[in-house]
């Protein structure tokens, strides 16, 4: 075998690991599928954090707040999680018994995802602000 046909085996060879590598003709890499995002449930909020998903938390703070005392259940729905977000927060999370540190987390997202009274819907929870933060319902 010459040099030169050992030197063009060599390039195919790394070009097809290449390939091989970048998943795709190209070297362009396919996108993540949908799926691998993360929903809001999966992650924490607390004072600071704003977005669709902080206005979920707010959504399902003010359905809850006239069922718990000293709940909130005026709280403007504006993504910006301040500190009235934070007062409801910890008014759920007393209610409940739960740690009350004012943060969203998994504990407070357990009970934020379902209406707590059954069985079948019932009318004051905003179905389609839980089920737009990932909960299972």
Request: glycine fraction near 14%; proline fraction near 5%.
């Amino acid at each position: 075998m010459t040099t030169r046909t050992m030197r063009n085996r060599i390039t195919i060879a790394g070009a097809a690991l290449g390939l091989a590598i970048a998943g795709s003709v190209g070297g362009v890499a396919t996108a993540a599928p949908a799926q691998a995002a993360g929903q809001c449930v999966d992650y924490q909020y607390s004072a600071g954090g704003d977005g669709s998903c902080v206005a979920n938390i707010q959504t399902l703070l003010n359905a809850f707040g006239p069922r718990i005392p000293g709940g909130v259940s005026n709280l403007e729905v504006d993504g910006q999680f301040g500190e009235q977000t934070r007062a409801a927060v910890v008014a759920f999370q007393t209610y409940w018994g739960m740690q009350v540190d004012g943060v969203v987390g998994a504990e407070t997202w357990n009970i934020l995802c379902a209406p707590q009274m059954g069985p079948g819907p019932v009318d004051w929870f905003p179905y389609d602000a839980a089920r737009a933060s990932g909960c299972n319902i």
